[in-house]
C-alpha cells in the first residue's frame, strides 16, 4: 500500500515554543491531506484538512492561528502548533488519500509532550 | 444517533478464534468502507476497503456489507495475539478527498 512518513516521531518541548510536524506521502502525491489528534483510548478527532496550493480547511472549534497547516507540494504537509501549552500535548496522525483506491493512508503519527 | 456506531468492547478472545467485528452507520449516502487496524502508539493501518456490498476477503480477514442494512463487519479468522490491537471502521462519501467517519474504535486482545 502507499506510504506516508511523518516527522518527527515523538518530540518533547517547553511551553510557549512552538513545534512543526511534518506530513510526507513518499510514492503518491496528495493533493489533500488532513490532520487528526488523538487521546489515549480515544478515536481520531479530525482537526483541518490540508489542500494544496489553498489555505486549510479547519474543524469547528480548531484554532486555525493555533494550529497552521501549510501544505507547501503535492508531497508534503506541514503542522505547526504554535505558542504550546501542556494542553496540546496529544498524539497527532496525518492521512493522504490515494485517489486510484479511495482510500486514505495514515502516517505513523507524532507524539508531542509539552512541559 | 452518532453516524456510525461500533460496538464498545474491549474484546477478548482465545488464540484460534473467529472474531467479528461489526459496525452500524446511519447516513445511506456512505460508499466506501474501510477497516484499520491500530497499534498502541502507531498510526492505523489500512486492513481492508470496499465499496460494494458482500463480501471481501484478504487472508484470514473478511469485510462485509450490507447497504441496505447500513451494516458492515470485519471477521478475522485463526485469531493470533499479533492480531490484538484497535480496530476502527471508517467510511465516506464520495471519494478518497472527502472526510473520514470514523466508529470509536474496538481494543481487541487475543489470549496465547
Known amino acids: 500500500g502507499a506510504v506516508v512518513s511523518q516527522h518527527p516521531s515523538r518530540v518533547i518541548c517547553k511551553s510557549g515554543t512552538s513545534v512543526k510536524i511534518e506530513c510526507r506521502s513518499l510514492?503518491?502525491?496528495?493533493?489533500?491531506m488532513f490532520w487528526y489528534r488523538q487521546f489515549p483510548k480515544k478515536s481520531l478527532m479530525l482537526m483541518a484538512t490540508?489542500?494544496?496550493?489553498?489555505?486549510?480547511?479547519?474543524e469547528q472549534g480548531v484554532e486555525k492561528d493555533k494550529f497552521l497547516i501549510n501544505h507547501a507540494s503535492l508531497t508534503l504537509s506541514t503542522l505547526t502548533v504554535t505558542s504550546a501549552h501542556p494542553e496540546d500535548s496529544s498524539f497527532y496522525i496525518c492521512?493522504?488519500?490515494?485517489?486510484?483506491?479511495?482510500?486514505?493512508?495514515f502516517g505513523p503519527g507524532t507524539r508531542l509532550l509539552v512541559l | 444517533q452518532k453516524e456510525v456506531e461500533q460496538d464498545p468492547g474491549p474484546l477478548s478472545v482465545p488464540e484460534g478464534a473467529i472474531v467479528s467485528l461489526n459496525c452500524t452507520y446511519s447516513n445511506s449516502a456512505f460508499q466506501y468502507f474501510m477497516w484499520y487496524r491500530q497499534y498502541s502508539r502507531k498510526g492505523p493501518e489500512l486492513l481492508m476497503y470496499t465499496y460494494s456490498s458482500g463480501n471481501k476477503e484478504d487472508g484470514r480477514f473478511t469485510a462485509q456489507v450490507d447497504k441496505s442494512s447500513k451494516y458492515i463487519s470485519l471477521f478475522i479468522r485463526d485469531s493470533q495475539p499479533s492480531d490484538s490491537a484497535t480496530y476502527l471502521c471508517?467510511?465516506?462519501?464520495?471519494?478518497?478527498?472527502?472526510?473520514?467517519?470514523f466508529g470509536k474504535g474496538i481494543t481487541l486482545s487475543v489470549r496465547p
Open positions: 471508517a467510511m465516506h462519501l464520495t471519494g478518497a478527498n472527502s472526510k473520514l467517519t
Open positions: 510514492d503518491f502525491q496528495a493533493t489533500t
Open positions: 492521512s493522504a488519500p490515494a485517489l486510484a483506491m479511495e482510500t486514505q493512508y
Open positions: 490540508s489542500n494544496e496550493g489553498s489555505k486549510a480547511t479547519y
